[in-house]
């Protein structure tokens, strides 16, 4: 791949799957191959049996019930028929919903959709840290309001909002509340019941588990969620998301979810401790580094620092084989500065010189030590070269420079 040594930080975009996912996957892949929906046979039973028995484990981890779990493609289609399918089952109520400004683009893109077809959508502010104000949700909610959609935890800065809270208002008004847990399932605990969750999406890939399978829980009682489809074709999922089930997908989210939930608190504990030293050794040797998200309610794996007098790509271009991200991965193409960092009010400058690190399951001391060692060394020359962090380190404020122009 490389001559020079590869270290992955940037779990926040994919993991690597779980070498016993894989083995529960293979046996579906080759001897049981059969389609879950073909019930005459042994083969399409065996696959409808390990559908139902990841589908159980899976419903379990939320506290939920096995019916409640549909399968999807990840949690892009599970955050599109979540929202789409609700508001259009719903604007007979009305057709305003509400989110954040520092959701997830599947989440932002399908919102765009419906104000485009004539919803309203209101966007609650953000703190610097990431926070939404949770009077400013409550005084959101309208008699039209349909869908509350706010995630758990964010992909780029790692903070968590307070979704128990969140639900408890939305029951209250009797409106829906939709979570993007595409960040915490597996990690955090989730309780669909405890924390009023009517609809919940997920992804396997997120926790060493298969890309391409993901899940949208959809409540059955108290009140009973109903969706309309956004993909048509054989009723599959009891009509809610038509198409052949990927069965060895299946089987590796059951696994990779029954592998998370066995070590959890262990796993949660040193990954924290593998984010906070990183942390602690780019803080206390470099200047000017700002954290960016909640420092105390955020995500074990996460670290989004900004890099003040530096640009993040030329800086990750500085430390080649180490695998991390400026913005967020699934819009990494553009240069824009992160949408998420401009929400929090963080200017241009330090929002284009974030990086975001993602430790995991695999990662390991000697691998966190090595990447700190490469950045650091990597930052202290760009800044060389930086007029405008000489000019700092003088004491001089930049924002209060008149710049001469020729």
């Not at 065996?46 to 779990?69: F, P, Q, T």
């Not at 104000?133 to 780029?156: F, K, Y």
């Not at 890099?307 to 695998?323: D, K, V």
């Not at 995991?360 to 001391?365: K, M, V, W």
Request: hydrophobic fraction near 40%; proline fraction near 3%; charge should be negative.
């Amino acid at each position: 791949m490389a001559n020079h040594r590869l270290v992955y930080l940037d779990s926040q975009a994919t993991t690597k799957l779980e070498p016993r996912v894989l083995e529960a996957m293979m046996p579906f892949l080759t001897e049981d191959f059969g389609n879950a929906a073909s019930r005459s046979h042994d083969f399409g039973w065996a696959a409808e049996k390990a559908v139902d028995h990841a589908r159980e484990i899976l419903a379990a981890s939320l506290g939920g019930k096995s019916r409640e779990i549909v399968f999807t493609s990840g949690a892009t289609e599970s955050n599109n028929l979540a929202i789409l399918g609700a508001a259009r089952m719903y604007q007979g109520k009305g057709k305003h919903v509400i989110s954040a400004a520092t959701e997830h683009k599947a989440v932002i893109d399908p919102l765009k959709r419906l104000e485009s077809d004539g919803w309203e959508v209101t966007w609650l502010d953000v703190d610097d840290k990431g926070r939404i104000d949770i009077d400013q949700l409550r005084a959101s909610i309208r008699p039209d309001t349909t869908l509350v959609t706010l995630m758990h935890g964010n992909n780029e800065i790692g903070t968590i909002h307070p979704i128990a809270k969140i639900g408890a208002i939305c029951h209250e008004a009797g409106v829906l509340f939709h979570t993007d847990a595409t960040q915490t399932f597996g990690k955090e605990t989730l309780d669909v019941g405890a924390m009023h969750i009517d609809l919940l999406s997920a992804s396997a890939h997120k926790m060493y588990g298969p890309k391409g399978v993901g899940l949208l829980y959809v409540r059955r009682r108290n009140p009973r969620v109903r969706l309309e489809p956004i993909q048509f074709g054989g009723g599959h999922e009891r009509g809610m998301r038509s198409g052949t089930l990927n069965v060895p997908g299946i089987v590796g989210f059951g696994k990779a979810t029954e592998l998370c939930l066995e070590n959890r608190e262990a796993e949660q504990a040193r990954m924290a401790a593998l984010r906070d030293r990183l942390q602690q050794r780019l803080e206390s040797e470099l200047d000017f580094v700002r954290v960016n998200g909640d420092q105390e309610n955020r995500l074990a794996a996460n670290l989004n620092i900004s890099f003040a007098y530096i640009e993040g790509e030329s800086l990750i271009m500085g430390i080649p084989g180490i695998a991390v991200s400026s913005g967020s991965a699934c819009t990494s193409a553009s240069l824009e500065p992160s949408y998420v960092l401009r929400a929090m009010g963080v200017g241009d400058d330090m929002a284009h010189s974030s990086i975001r690190f993602g430790v995991s399951r695999f990662s390991t001391e000697d691998e966190v030590d090595y990447a700190a060692d490469c950045l650091i060394a990597a930052v202290r020359r760009l800044r060389e070269m930086s007029p405008l962090y000489e000019m700092a380190l003088e004491g001089i404020d930049i924002n209060s420079v008149q710049w001469q122009g020729h």
